[in-house]
């Protein structure tokens, strides 16, 4: 089955500057990797995601890196904002059979301003 | 339009209870799940639905009886509650393509159990 790791599981951070949250998973096979936000209260909400065949996507202050050979992906948020501020989780699929997400422990985002 | 909805949004009930969760999505997925968010924040897989089918039972106490009346609605009924029900509960749908598979989650629904 796939493990996913996840750290930081908490991150502090002063407005304006830069968060990174990594990932690693175990399942070689796995081709498609979500990162999702969870504002306090609120539902999981899928923010970007990534496929095998590309090594980084972009999306206005956030990005994703995958690098498949050591089997970790990132989530960058650029010139971070107090409305950052949420847990945010890493995910990936098992690769036989029907999708079952394994998604990481999250990571706590706090945006001081 | 609300996509993945569930009721009720919370629930307080009393320990050996029996109580019901609704959800209905409007997506037009074919496949469901239950998730289950302790209050560390950890997500964790319960069940997931393809078609009315049971695919994934992560090893859940089997007073957690999901039925899927139709591919739209998965319901979760819960016998006997204890103390280390308390969580809260999402549903999830997606359209599973191979390669792909983004969940999209109800509101949640916050079980206390007293």
């Known amino acids: 089955g796939e493990n996913v790791e996840q750290h930081p599981s908490t991150l502090s951070v002063q407005e304006g500057d830069s968060a990174v949250i990594k990932c690693t998973y175990s399942?070689?096979?796995?081709?498609?990797f979500p990162w999702y936000k969870q504002e306090l209260g609120k539902r999981p909400q899928l923010i970007i995601d990534?496929?095998?065949?590309?090594g980084e996507k972009k999306d206005q202050r956030i990005a994703v890196t995958l690098n498949k050979t050591a089997k970790h992906f990132s989530l960058h948020i650029t010139e971070t904002q107090p409305e950052d501020s949420a847990v945010y989780f890493c995910?990936?699929?098992?690769?036989?059979?029907?999708?079952?997400?394994?998604f990481g422990i999250g990571t706590k985002l706090q945006v001081i301003p | 339009d609300t996509a993945v909805s569930q009721t009720p949004k919370y629930l307080v009930t009393q320990m050996g209870n029996d109580k019901s969760i609704k959800c209905e999505q409007n997506?037009?997925?074919?496949?469901m799940y239950w998730y289950k968010q302790d209050s560390k924040k950890f997500l964790k897989i319960m069940f997931s639905y393809n078609n009315k089918e049971l695919i994934i039972n992560e090893t859940v106490p089997n007073r957690f009886s999901p039925k899927s009346p139709d591919k739209a609605h998965l319901n979760l009924h819960i016998n006997s509650l204890e103390l280390g029900d308390s969580a809260v509960y999402f549903c999830?749908?997606?359209?599973?393509?191979?390669?792909?598979?983004?969940?999209?989650f109800g509101p949640g629904t916050r079980l206390t159990v007293l």
């Open positions: 997506l037009g997925h074919d496949t």
């Open positions: 399942d070689s096979a796995s081709n498609y």
């Open positions: 995910a990936a699929p098992h690769s036989g059979g029907y999708q079952k997400v394994t």
């Open positions: 990534i496929r095998s065949n590309v």
């Open positions: 999830a749908s997606s359209q599973v393509q191979k390669g792909t598979d983004t969940q999209y």
